[in-house]
């Protein structure tokens, strides 16, 4: 449903940039034709547009690519990004948005686990000794339920590699909440 939609949106959008080309070349010479006439564009062969796709991942990363896409038929052409979400468009972009149920690249690289001056678990880029940079902050830790050697972890920072992982460190600490967690 909502495929059609928008590709009912973007013929639409052809459709008025195509009859105000028409109606702009058949009428006289007045000034304010001229103008519009300078103005139009018309539609007609392939149309060229910048698409970005944005994928977002469970940790609240998300990345971006940016490509340059030739359209030759829209039925091809909303074929191609069924499974994306349209957030937006103009004449020259379109943006769509994917949700990814996995962590990011860069957590898979680099991220890991730690606590913050204030006890929030948080995800840093690097080990939370050697790294402020900070990926994702989740809730506040009563530090004083924690168990030592759990406390050491997290100082020390617990890597993270797999959604599983992440999921896992979440729960785990959820019960140290210094607020009920959900």
């Keep these: 449903m909502k495929f059609h939609r928008i590709q009912i949106l973007f013929v639409c959008w052809l459709s008025v940039a ?3 080309f028409f109606v702009t070349t058949q009428h ?5 034709t001229k103008l519009k006439e300078e103005n139009a564009k018309e539609v007609n062969g392939p ?13 609240g990363e998300v990345s971006e690519e940016v490509t340059q896409e030739t359209i030759w038929s829209m039925e091809d052409f909303w074929a191609a990004y069924h499974d994306w979400q349209l957030i937006d468009q103009d004449e020259e972009q379109i943006v769509f948005q994917k949700e990814i149920d996995d962590i990011s690249p860069l957590l898979k690289a680099n991220g890991y686990f730690g606590i913050t001056g204030d006890n929030t678990l948080t995800i840093f880029n690097g080990k939370p ?14 530090v004083k339920k924690l168990e030592s050697k759990k406390r050491d972890e997290l100082r020390k ?11 896992e460190v979440i729960e785990t600490f959820k019960s140290y909440s210094s607020i009920e967690v959900k």
């Design 18 to 20: 195509a009859f105000v």
């Design 28 to 32: 006289g010479a007045s000034e304010g």
């Design 47 to 59: 149309l060229t547009v910048s698409v970005i796709l944005e994928r977002v991942y469970l940790d």
């Design 129 to 142: 000794s050697d790294s402020d940079e900070v990926i994702q902050s989740f809730f506040q830790l009563d």
């Design 157 to 167: 920072g617990i890597r993270i590699v797999t959604k599983d992982q992440y999921l």
